[in-house]
C-alpha cells in the first residue's frame, strides 16, 4: 500500500460530460502529480501541485484542470469527455524539498470508461 | 528532448534467465534516473534508482547499469521468476528537483516462462 488513495476506482460516464477524480497524497507529503496511462502512450504526466500551488504542466489538455485543497487533497476535472479520453489515471505524491528522494508514490489509479 | 525511448515493448524469458530492458534519453539535464515496476491493477512502484554520478547500482536480483555518455541506462534481472511478470517503466527527471514530476518510457511487458 502506497498510502495514495483515490477515487472512484473505476467510472463509467458518456461523451460530452464531466467527471471529478479525486486524490488523498501520502501523509506528510505536500506535492501531488496526476498522470494519464494508455495503452499506446504509456504514462503521460498531466500536471503537479505543490502546497496548493501548480508547480509544472505537461500535456494536460484545456478540457481538464485540476486543484489541490488546503487539506492537500486534490482533485482532477475532465471535462467534455471524448472517447478517446478513456484511460487510467494515477495520482501521486511525493516529499520535495528536505528529505527528497525522488520517489513518486502511485495510488491504484481511476480508470474511466467514455462511451 | 524530453522523451525517454524504452525498448523492447514487449519480453519473454524463461525462469531462471536474465531480462534485459534498455532506455535512452537526450536532455542532459536529467538527474535522476528510476525504474518502475507496474503489477495488473496495481500502480507503478518505485522498483530502483540512479543518479548520473554512479555507473552501476546493484540491489538483489535488480541492477541499473548507466553510461553516461551514451544517454543510456538498462535494467537488468538476473535468475528472473515468474513473479517478475510484470510491465517495467523507466523513468527520468529533469535537474532542480522542485518541479519532481518524472518523464516515462512506454514500458516493456516482461513475461517469465516457469
Known amino acids: 500500500d502506497s498510502g495514495v488513495t483515490q477515487t472512484p476506482k473505476h467510472l463509467i460516464t458518456a461523451t460530452g460530460q464531466r467527471v471529478t477524480l479525486r486524490c488523498s497524497p501520502r501523509?506528510?507529503?505536500?506535492?501531488v502529480y496526476w498522470y494519464q496511462q494508455s495503452l499506446d502512450q504509456g504514462l503521460q504526466f498531466l500536471i503537479q501541485?505543490?502546497?496548493?500551488?501548480?508547480?509544472a504542466k505537461g500535456n494536460i489538455l484545456e478540457r481538464f484542470s485540476a486543484q489541490q485543497f488546503p487539506d492537500l487533497h486534490s482533485e482532477l476535472n475532465l471535462s467534455s469527455l471524448e472517447l478517446g479520453d478513456s484511460a487510467l489515471y494515477f495520482c501521486?505524491?511525493?516529499?520535495?524539498?528536505?528529505?527528497?528522494?525522488?520517489?513518486?508514490?502511485f495510488g491504484e489509479g481511476s480508470r474511466l470508461t467514455v462511451l | 528532448q524530453q522523451q525517454v525511448k524504452q525498448s523492447p515493448q514487449s519480453l519473454i524469458v524463461q525462469k531462471g534467465g536474465i531480462s534485459i530492458i534498455n532506455c535512452a534519453y537526450e536532455?542532459?539535464?536529467?538527474?535522476?534516473f528510476p525504474w518502475y515496476q507496474q503489477f495488473p491493477g496495481k500502480g507503478p512502484a518505485l522498483l530502483i534508482a540512479?543518479?548520473?554520478?554512479?555507473s552501476e547500482k546493484k540491489e538483489g536480483r535488480f541492477t541499473i547499469s548507466f553510461n553516461k555518455s551514451a544517454k543510456q541506462f538498462s535494467l537488468h534481472i538476473m535468475d528472473s521468476q515468474p513473479g517478475d511478470s510484470a510491465t517495467y517503466f523507466c523513468?527520468?527527471?529533469?535537474?532542480?528537483?522542485?518541479?519532481?514530476?518524472?518523464?516515462f518510457g512506454k514500458g516493456t511487458k516482461l513475461s517469465v516462462k516457469p
Open positions: 540512479i543518479r548520473p554520478d554512479v
Open positions: 501541485y505543490y502546497n496548493g500551488e501548480e508547480r
Open positions: 536532455n542532459t539535464a536529467f538527474d535522476y
Open positions: 501521486a505524491s511525493s516529499v520535495l524539498g528536505q528529505g527528497n528522494t525522488g520517489e513518486l508514490f
Open positions: 523513468a527520468a527527471r529533469l535537474y532542480g528537483g522542485s518541479q519532481g514530476n518524472l518523464i
Open positions: 501523509s506528510g507529503d505536500l506535492s
